[in-house]
């Protein structure tokens, strides 16, 4: 079945330093790739996705590229803030029976200043 | 309140206890999930919503669990005869449509604990 690999966590990182949280996918056809953020008390909420191969999803700085042929999804950011501190999930649309998403485990990310 | 409203917020149960967890999505979103967050464990699904009528239900870990919809709005996730091993976060999702090309807006979860 559709699966999604990430980067085990915890990750911490100083302020200004360069994040890279790796994501790798198995799935049958061509499925939408999607990047959700939790922050601390919050619900999950989207951040950025690509719906087709080479396509970039970017938002807040963050940016993520479709790699069909590495079947990745690496999110990515130059210079991360305090701010940034949150549990960051990859996920992918299954198109396997009703469409739903599938989500890897959450990598959780600490920046200290 | 145009958010995904989860009730309750936080429970605490005894073991072989049933719980039900509310979902509230947003208006006129037709399509609703659940998902289960256990402590270093991804999103789990479980159920996925169209309408009232649940086109997929392979995610429920066991006969324990059960879900309805009613109205097209208000969805119930009902766990009989709890166990340890249930107690999680339990996340409702909703979205305009079926399709997961599209966003989910998430609630922000019922947390589960059975003794």
């Known amino acids: 079945g559709d699966s999604v690999t990430q980067m085990e966590g915890p990750v911490t990182l100083s302020e200004e330093a360069f994040l890279t949280i790796n994501c790798t996918y198995t799935?049958?056809?061509?499925?939408?790739l999607f990047w959700y953020v939790q922050y601390p008390g919050e619900g999950l909420q989207l951040l950025l996705k690509a719906t087709k191969a080479d396509d970039k999803g970017s938002n807040k700085g963050f940016e993520a590229t479709y790699r069909k042929e590495t079947t990745s999804f690496h999110l990515e950011k130059g210079s991360v803030q305090v701010s940034d501190s949150a549990v960051y999930f990859c996920a992918l649309s299954s198109l396997q029976g009703a469409q739903k998403l599938v989500f890897g485990q959450g990598t959780r990310l600490t920046i200290n200043p | 309140g145009a958010g995904v409203s989860q009730s309750p917020s936080n429970k605490v149960t005894e073991k072989g206890k049933d719980v039900e967890l509310r979902c509230d999505p947003i208006s006129g979103h037709t399509a609703l999930y659940w998902y289960r967050q256990s402590l270093g464990q991804g999103l789990e699904f479980l159920i996925y919503?169209?309408?009232?009528?649940?086109?997929?239900k392979s995610g429920l870990p066991s006969d324990r669990f059960s879900a309805e919809r009613t109205g097209g709005s208000v969805s119930t996730l009902t766990i009989q005869r709890t166990q340890q091993e249930d107690s999680a976060v339990y996340l409702c999702?909703?979205?305009?449509?079926?399709?997961?090309?599209?966003?989910?807006?998430f609630g922000e979860g019922s947390r589960l604990t059975v003794l």
């Open positions: 799935a049958t056809g061509y499925p939408s």
């Open positions: 999702a909703s979205s305009p449509s079926g399709r997961a090309t599209g966003e989910l807006f």
């Open positions: 919503f169209q309408g009232n009528s649940a086109p997929d």
